[in-house]
């Protein structure tokens, strides 16, 4: 064989791994960050959170029949339209929880968290729809990194909504949860007093590592670089960069971390990462027998007096 046609053989042989190498990195950002959306499917959310937990329907329907469960819409910077459900009190208070879902879900899909503060709690709720979720505009799921800025966004929002003499809390749960992690790694306003984060991961690199191993069997080099590379040029941000655990080591306001002990989708491993990255004041809730981002679900009472002390700690009694 020539010199030329090696060169052309090899210059082929290169692009051709380059394309397969390129679509493979397309096909796990749409698998990861563009899934079918159970998300969007507001009415089966809401038959999921209402046979699951039905100690909120007789809230649900009281904030219904009077109108109380009430809409408010914000354009992101990029022109992207963010939705989010309301609440007040039952009475004037400056306490107001801002609800942050996970992964695929959507604000329905909070509204446990949501009857916990507000009927529980008796506080103010903010649920937002994260992007490509609910009623919230976007064509990607943006695994908290770029939804840090819409929630930093949401709670400047909060003075207009309930009030300027406020004292927050920010609570998540999964994706959510790592949202309020990088949130709280951020300049917040002084009204945001703590944070809780349910079961979240320590970062998207490690959490998507962690599912192309379980999923595909095969080492996650190269294919996870590549897409952390298209994801990069498609949204602005990388795996790595998107990262729970470095935010919260530059969080000083205090943090609840709970995670189940049988958890294997966000493994319960990842907590004590977390904790120990996270400066003082923080406290940690190994909640018993309890798989992924089921805390509340298998222990309502305890999950709910471990949010009250928590908060009623940092906030003040309602």
């Known amino acids: 064989m020539t010199r030329k046609k090696i060169f052309i053989s090899t210059g082929i042989s290169i692009i051709m791994l380059s394309l397969v190498f390129t679509s493979v990195g397309f096909l796990l950002i749409d698998y990861s ?25 007789s809230w649900l329907d009281s904030l219904q029949q009077n109108n109380a469960m009430r809409d408010t819409f914000i354009t992101a910077p990029d022109g992207i339209r963010l939705h989010a459900y309301y609440a007040y009190a039952s009475q004037p208070t400056s306490h107001t929880a801002i609800i942050i879902h ?9 509204f446990h968290i949501g009857y916990l503060y507000n009927k529980e709690l008796d506080f103010n709720i903010l649920l937002p729809d994260l992007r490509y979720s609910g009623l919230s505009e976007g064509n990607t799921i943006q695994m908290g990194w770029l939804d840090r800025k819409d929630v930093l966004q949401w709670i400047d929002t909060m003075p207009s909504l309930f009030g300027d003499s406020l004292e927050s809390v920010v609570h998540g749960i999964s994706m959510g949860a790592a949202t309020t992690m990088m949130v709280s790694g951020e300049r917040v306003p002084p ?15 490690d959490q998507f590592q962690k599912e192309f191993k379980g999923l595909f069997h ?19 941000w990388d795996f790595k960069e998107a990262s729970a655990i ?10 609840l971390f709970i995670h189940g002990d049988n958890d294997d989708f966000v493994p319960t491993a990842m907590v004590y990462q977390l904790y120990d990255a996270k400066p003082q004041p923080k406290e940690l809730w190994i909640a018993p027998e309890t798989d992924h981002a089921h805390a509340y679900r298998n222990h309502p009472k305890e999950y709910t007096e471990k949010v009250k002390t928590f908060v009623e700690k940092h906030l003040g009694k309602n």
């Open 33 to 57: 960050l563009r899934p079918e959306n159970r998300g969007k499917d507001l009415k089966g959310s809401l038959t999921y959170m209402q046979e699951t937990y039905p100690q909120i329907n």
């Open 218 to 236: 095969i080492p996650s080099f190269p294919w996870l670089n590549i897409a952390s590379w298209i994801c990069k040029k498609q949204n602005g």
């Open 102 to 110: 996970g992964y695929t879900d959507n604000a329905i899909r909070m």
């Open 246 to 255: 470095k935010q919260i080591q530059k969080c000083t306001l205090p943090m």
């Open 191 to 205: 009204f945001i007093r703590c944070f809780i984060e349910d079961c979240g991961y320590t970062s998207v690199w």
